[in-house]
Structure formats: structure tokens, C-alpha cells
């Protein structure tokens, strides 16, 4: 979801923006008036996150997806190697679009504890010499599995935080490159966001497409073609939302009094049932399962004829999933675990 405060601003100025007579996705992208939201838009992230100038911010075409690619076309030279540490489904799809473009190992895989999804301690990893990068992904999405640390490597650090991006506080510095597709906690789908150290630039692949260029794509303030304005737009609007609540550290608590009302439930509650080992249990999205799977369909549809929407769990892992990104609310989550509780008592 998206913050209501921000659909509400952009319903209001959906057909004449900014008193212009025109909507904002229909002004050229290289009018003043489209440069200054695009610009404070970058200035607002910059100052969330604290990214010094040592980082180029792109606004990227592709979402997450795409940076999947972009990342081994502009980092990865030819011949070289690329460590990947996979902790579910979406580190094994980066891992699968970059083994298009090099050598690939994987440096940890999936794991488990007492049945548990977990994370492979770093000690285990099987890291290579040489290196260009080692990617991770912080959140799994579908997993619901959340790194509690920042792995300590001596070569640039990649991490997808498509789903966790601006969720916690975190020390830029210590990555080469951090991607989002916006979808999650930052606006409409379509937008990625690509936060790269600029040692890193000007190692593109040749046949690199121009778009996916982090170099160009810098040259241009990220508009080499025409990027998708509305959507930059909206995410303006997002980091200003996001700073009125006082920024990330504010927003972090809240997230954190989220994640524990609902997995506290969980956890006192012998209908339902976590498989995360407890460390390492996402903020963002919370995978649950009831003990009596036969339920499913009856949790499904009761939850949303109580306003309750897209509890349904990936289809990979079964289940149920609760995404509590930025934009949900305290009682969103209260009101989600209310309804658990009448249900286990109605059905229990
Ligand atoms: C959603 C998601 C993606 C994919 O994003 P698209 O914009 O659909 O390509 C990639 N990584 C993670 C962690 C995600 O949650």
C-alpha cells in the first residue's frame, strides 16, 4: 500500500498540478518545473538514507528485475567472478539473471535451522578471492527472512533491498551498490532505485543497453530517455511523507512495534505458526501458516470480507504472508491480529 496521505495529494492534484492546468505526468521531463521534483526527490532520498556524494543516485527503468541484469552488465567485467549469497527465492533469481553474464559462485546457500529458514552464518561462507562483487539480498521477500547484520566483506558490497529499502537504518557506505524496485516501500512498480559508489562507474560492458548504463544514466541525471515521471513523481511525494513521520529511525520503531504485535501473537498462539528462526524474521513480510492447513481458503476469504487484502502467501511457499511495509499502519496490524484471534476462536 502507499501511504493514504500521499493518494490523496497526488488525487488532488491529479489533473491540475501545481496550479499548471496539466498533470504532472503530462509536462516534458526536461521542464523546469518536472527538474525541480525530480531533483528534490533525489535531495529527499539522499537526506533519508545520508548518502554522502560519493554515490550516484539513479532513478532507474525495470524495478528490481532489472537491476537483476544491470548490476553484472556495469559491474561484472568479462571473465570475472561474482559471489552470490543465496537466502530464497528472490537471491536465487538474481543469481540465476547474472549467471547470463559471467561466472557465478554461490557463496552461501539456502538454509535452514531445526526446520527453521535462517541465514548460513558468514563464518561458513564460501567467498572468492577475487571477486568483483558479493550481491545479497537483506529481505527476502517470499521467505520473510531478514538479515540482522551487514555482511563484512572486502569487495564491494550488492544488496537488493527492494522490499526493505528506508523500512530500518543503515550505513550507506558500507555498500557498493544498494537496488529497489520501488513497488514496495517507495511508490508505484516500474521505478527501480540504484544507489552505486561512484568508483564503481565506468566499467559497463560494451553491448551494456544505454538504459541500463549507471554511468550514462548518471551523465543524464537519469534521463537519457524519458523515465517514468509519474512514478518519480510519486515517490517524491513518498520521501516527503516519509520525512514528515521523522524519517527512518522514526519509521523503524514503527516497524519494529509492528513485526512484534503480530509475531508475538504468532508465537502465543498454538492456530498459527512461524518458520523463520526468530533472529532472523522480517520486518517487512511475515510468512505464517495455520497449524490446520485445511483452513486456508476459509482465513482467505473471512480476512477479506473484513477488509483484509493479499494475505495470501507466495505460491512457492503456501501459506500466508502479512506485508507490513512503511505505509501500514499500527492498527492495520492490530486490526489484522484481531481478526486471527476470531477466527482461531471461531474455528478452533
Ligand atoms: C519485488 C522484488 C523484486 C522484483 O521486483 P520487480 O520490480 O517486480 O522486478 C526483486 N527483489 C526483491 C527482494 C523483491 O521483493
Given at each position: 500500500m502507499l501511504p493514504k496521505d500521499v493518494m490523496l495529494t497526488a488525487q488532488k492534484e491529479f489533473v491540475d498540478w501545481n496550479k499548471h492546468g496539466t498533470s504532472v505526468m503530462e509536462i516534458s521531463h526536461r521542464s523546469p518545473d518536472y527538474l525541480e521534483v525530480a531533483h528534490q526527490a533525489e535531495q529527499d532520498l539522499r537526506d533519508l538514507m545520508d548518502i554522502s556524494d560519493d554515490y550516484a543516485v539513479l532513478f532507474m527503468h525495470g524495478g528490481g528485475r532489472g537491476q537483476f541484469a544491470a548490476v553484472p552488465m556495469n559491474i561484472l567485467p568479462q571473465n570475472a567472478t561474482a559471489d552470490y549469497v543465496l537466502t530464497g527465492s528472490w537471491s536465487k533469481s538474481a543469481l540465476t539473471e547474472a549467471q547470463k553474464f559471467g561466472k557465478i559462485n554461490v557463496a552461501a546457500n539456502c538454509h535452514t535451522e531445526n526446520g527453521l529458514g535462517s541465514v548460513l552464518p558468514q563464518s561458513q561462507w564460501q567467498l572468492s578471492k577475487d571477486a568483483a562483487y558479493v550481491h545479497y539480498c537483506p529481505n527476502e521477500t517470499v521467505d520473510g527472512i531478514e538479515f540482522d547484520f551487514v555482511p563484512e566483506v572486502d569487495k564491494p558490497l550488492v544488496a537488493d533491498?527492494?522490499?526493505?529499502?528506508?523500512s530500518r537504518d543503515i550505513d550507506v557506505s558500507k555498500f557498493g551498490v544498494i537496488y529497489a524496485g520501488a513497488q514496495k516501500n517507495i511508490g508505484p512498480s516500474g521505478l527501480a532505485i540504484a544507489i552505486v559508489r561512484k568508483d564503481l562507474l565506468g566499467k559497463a560492458r560494451e553491448n551494456t543497453p544505454s538504459i541500463f548504463d549507471y554511468s550514462l544514466q548518471l551523465k543524464h541525471e537519469s534521463m537519457f530517455n524519458t523515465p517514468p515521471t509519474y512514478a518519480w513523481y510519486l515517490a517524491g511525494l513518498v520521501f516527503k511523507w516519509l520525512k514528515k513521520q521523522g524519517g527512518v529511525k522514526a519509521i523503524e520503531q514503527t516497524n519494529i512495534a509492528k513485526a512484534e504485535l503480530l509475531y508475538n501473537f504468532i508465537d502465543q498462539n498454538d492456530f498459527y505458526q512461524s518458520k523463520v528462526e526468530t533472529r532472523y524474521r522480517s520486518r517487512m513480510n511475515v510468512p505464517f501458516y495455520l497449524m490446520d492447513e485445511s483452513l486456508n481458503t476459509a482465513f482467505l476469504s473471512e480476512s477479506k470480507a473484513q477488509g483484509l487484502l493479499a494475505l495470501k502467501g507466495h505460491r512457492s511457499v503456501g501459506g500466508m504472508r502479512a506485508s507490513i511495509y512503511n505505509a501500514m499502519p499500527l492498527e492495520g496490524v492490530q486490526a489484522l491480529v484481531d481478526f486471527m484471534q476470531d477466527f482461531a476462536n471461531k474455528h478452533g
Open positions: 533491498m527492494s522490499s526493505c529499502i528506508l
